[in-house]
């Protein structure tokens, strides 16, 4: 059974930073394109950024140059820093799992985290 469990979430003034971690239990972590994903009030989920096996990396258009995404395979855990954080950046994140075989599993996804930037 896959669990990803996020952590790191929370209220921070706008110019300030937040890291948030994603732990994935199971065994698809290394087969896995991770990313993250936040769904503000009133809008639809959309992608935020997210990381191949190999490490090849994609971003949204606006969080390029402030977000980071990066993994540790050894601790099957994902990580998105977050700089310069902007109050339309407020949203529940979520991690996501999309395996090799996603046609087959399908996604998963975490139970999400609370992001609050204060202006």
């Known amino acids: 059974q896959v669990q990803l469990v996020e952590s790191g979430g929370g209220l921070v003034q706008a110019g300030g930073s937040l890291r948030l971690s994603c732990a994935a239990s199971?065994?698809?972590?290394?087969?896995?394109?991770m990313g993250w994903y936040r769904q503000a009030t009133g809008k639809q989920r959309e992608l935020v950024a997210t990381i191949t096996s190999g490490g090849s990396t994609n971003y949204a258009d606006s969080v390029k140059g402030r977000f980071t995404i990066s993994r540790d395979n050894a601790k099957n855990t994902v990580y998105l820093q977050m700089n310069s954080l902007k109050p339309e950046d407020t949203a529940v994140y979520y991690c996501?799992?999309?395996?090799?075989?996603?046609?087959?599993?399908?996604?998963?996804w975490g139970q999400g985290t609370q992001v609050t930037v204060s202006s």
């Open positions: 199971g065994s698809i972590f290394s087969f896995s394109t």
């Open positions: 996501n799992a999309r395996p090799r075989w996603v046609a087959v599993t399908g996604d998963y």
